[in-house]
């Protein structure tokens, strides 16, 4: 069959209870009840807030920046260019925000000269992005209070609606899963090159022409999830998600003010999410009220056991404003409240350094039941794709690191679950559906014949030698 370039919609799509409005006071005004609960909490969670950001996340540039050991990310000419960005992912394995404060040239409001970093987008206001994505394009506007998205709006109607002072604003609404690839503004970003370079998807179709047209002419076409444009007014709140996939995330304001909770990937955080998402009451409850506090004798104890130190912590509230760059880790579950109305351009990608956790995540989403139109678009058949190019491209020139060859040891521990699940004599008991969908997801007339496949790249894994430390995959790597 073939694919569509689809792209996906970000949020989790799990219908949500409504709110109880019979139970909140009578004597509220309409803009009260417009106010959607969990703010409350999260204005609560961020005066909390005790550890300073920088010891939080990567942080370049800003006030915050000054009295730090930052200053060494500069280079040489007091410059942070891409190789200082790459060599920031590099070094943190992309585990840890990174925050690079007025690194967007075309927000010359907060534009910090010494940023160098190849991203640019231009500082639209609300009506040039309606004119650049085009009046009649269909838009997702989510009900804050019920986070459904509802159909039946364009872009016109949204700019009128976005352009209302906020008591004239009938309900708070939110756009955050219009992608704009195909249009005029599209074609003016530039997505930062770091950013690009780690793509995964785009490797396939941008490191090997031969491979390129072989995806195409099969009908398989890069998904588009790189440029999302979000609008959001203020009193906007998305409750915590995983984004599809535990896709990497860029994020860069062009105006507005923004807060992010960011809460660690850690098992136990994990495994409370999973439950929050499968429970009826997920909308009426904080999700931070789930969450064991993190004593230091937790931190010795998860440190000692491999768990990275940036996940060392209880979550925490970061401030994104026009200008920044915010670079979101793997599968760092995340709420995002709008303190004022806010345009951002923002997209997701897979990438090498978090493998691992894309395969987690798809497999709490399928866990949680998350619908697929919410989730990366044919994640499946990608990661097959993926294992088809690493395994072709790898050269005995630049032998992979322990990280590597752990990461390629799960990719195709992956494919053989996949594969066993459709192929073992229990076949009958399971669901149809989900046979036929994990069938149709392998691209065979790329990879050939799935036993064969396999054997290759059982071969391809032992040519790449042992890894230095034992059971490491799960011992080094799990997460507490
Ligand atoms: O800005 C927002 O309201 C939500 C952004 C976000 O977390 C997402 O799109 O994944």
């Not at 085009?134 to 352009?163: H, I």
């Amino acid at each position: 069959m073939t694919e569509t370039a689809s792209s996906a919609i970000r949020k989790s799509g799990r219908t949500r209870r409504r709110i109880d409005y019979a139970a909140l006071n009578e004597s509220h005004k309409i803009q009260e009840l417009n106010k959607h609960p969990h703010i409350e909490q999260f204005e609560k969670f961020s005066k909390e807030q005790q550890t300073p950001l920088k010891e939080l996340v990567c942080l370049v540039g800003g006030v915050e920046e000054e009295e730090g050991e930052a200053r060494s990310h500069y280079d040489e000419n007091g410059e942070f260019t891409d190789a200082q960005l790459q060599k920031l992912v590099n070094d943190t394995k992309l585990l840890k925000p990174i925050l690079i404060r007025g690194a967007n040239p075309r927000v010359p409001a907060t534009y910090n000269a010494r940023m160098k970093v190849t991203f640019e987008i231009p500082q639209y206001g609300i009506e040039e992005v309606t004119a650049k994505v085009g009046p009649e394009r269909k838009v997702p506007v989510m009900d804050v209070m019920t986070q459904n998205n509802s159909p039946r709006w364009d872009m016109k109607r949204w700019c009128e609606y976005f352009l209302l002072d906020g008591p004239a604003r009938d309900k708070i609404r939110n756009v955050i899963s219009l992608e704009i690839s195909d249009t005029e503004l599209g074609g003016e970003i530039t997505v930062p090159k770091v950013v690009t370079d780690m793509d995964l998807v785009l490797k396939l179709f941008e490191n090997d022409p031969a491979l390129a047209d072989l995806l195409e002419s099969n009908g398989v076409f890069p998904p588009k999830v790189r440029k999302y444009i979000l609008m959001s007014v203020a009193g906007s709140y998305t409750d915590f998600h995983i984004d599809f996939a535990g896709t990497s995330v860029y994020y860069s304001p062009l105006s507005g003010h923004k807060q992010f909770i960011l809460i660690p990937p850690v098992h136990r955080n994990l495994e409370a999410y999973k439950k929050w998402c499968l429970s009826d009451e997920q909308n009426n409850v904080w999700f931070p009220s789930l969450l064991k506090p993190l004593t230091g004798r937790d931190k010795d104890r998860m440190h000692a056991s491999g768990v990275p130190d940036a996940y060392l912590n209880n979550g925490f509230v970061v401030d994104i404003l026009p200008g920044d760059l915010l670079l979101l880790p793997s599968m760092w579950i995340h709420a995002v409240y709008t303190k004022q109305d806010s345009i951002i351009i923002g997209g997701n990608f897979l990438n090498l350094l978090s493998l691992e956790s894309h395969l987690q995540t798809y497999k709490i989403e399928v866990a949680t039941r998350v619908n697929d139109q919410f989730k990366f678009p044919n994640f499946v058949k990608f990661v097959w794709l993926i294992a088809y190019y690493l395994m072709s491209s790898s050269s005995s020139d630049l032998p992979p690191d322990a990280f590597q060859r752990r990461c390629f040891q799960n990719l195709v521990q992956f494919l053989k679950e996949q594969w066993a699940y459709v192929s073992s004599p229990k076949r009958e008991q399971r669901e149809k559906t989900a046979v036929a969908k994990i069938k149709n997801a392998i691209p065979n007339k790329i990879i050939g014949d799935v036993a064969p496949f396999l054997r290759r790249l059982d071969v391809w894994l032992a040519s790449l030698g042992e890894t230095e430390e034992p059971a490491p995959a799960v011992k080094r790597r799990r997460l507490q």
